[in-house]
């Protein structure tokens, strides 16, 4: 199973299209915030809520009003993604060395709450948010550090697709009204 970014580099490149476009493809998939750009999402919750103390009430409010949560789920680990187990620690571990454990306290609360009513466990983008905050990195380089790590392994599915292509044509199914009238342009 490819995640959406993979895919998509691996389809541009059977298309015997060039490293570049395919990589380029990859990374524009990536961006998308229900992929890689996730944890820009979840940084900017967590700037919204503010402090620890309006968690709870905070993600309580949003769970109600059946507002996705991001940070949360993933198609291949069903129980806590292991590389949110190890972001969590370093986003402890680095508010305790700044003296500021806002975002990991904030980050624990909804944590906690989304287990209890959705019994969703973090993926790597939730606490990834915290991590690199806590760094001093800015929001809008979240996903391009994300992309970096990811490049290589773009470059070796788009070699191998090379190797072995044929065209990568997936199958659709139109799910549309099958009796539709056409309405002239100047009419809609």
């Known amino acids: 199973e490819f995640n959406a970014s993979t895919f998509a580099a691996r389809i541009t490149a ?9 990589v380029t493809s ?11 750009g996730a944890n820009e999402q979840v940084i900017r919750m967590l700037l919204g809520i ?3 103390a309006r968690a709870e009430a905070w993600i309580r409010e949003a769970l109600d ?7 949360f789920g993933h198609r291949v680990y069903h129980t806590e993604d292991p590389r949110a187990t190890h972001l969590r620690r370093l986003s402890e571990a680095l508010g305790r060395q ?4 806002t975002w990991y306290e904030i980050s624990r609360v909804i944590e906690r709450e989304m287990q209890a009513e959705k019994g969703l ?11 690199y905050h806590a760094m001093g990195i800015e929001a809008d380089l979240f996903t391009p550090i994300f992309a970096m790590s990811r490049v290589s392994g773009w470059t070796a599915h788009i070699l191998e697709q090379q190797a072995h292509n044929r ?16 309405v002239p342009i100047d009419r809609r």
């Open 50 to 52: 503010g402090e620890p």
């Open 26 to 36: 990859a990374i524009g998939t990536l961006r998308g915030p229900l992929h890689g």
């Open 14 to 22: 059977s298309t015997l299209s060039d490293m570049y476009s395919a």
């Open 65 to 71: 009003q059946k507002q996705r949560i991001m940070g």
């Open 167 to 182: 065209l990568i044509r997936p199958r659709a199914e139109y799910t549309g009204p099958t009796r539709a009238t056409y």
């Open 98 to 101: 700044a003296g500021d454990l």
């Open 121 to 131: 466990y973090p993926n790597v983008d939730f606490y990834s948010a915290s991590t």
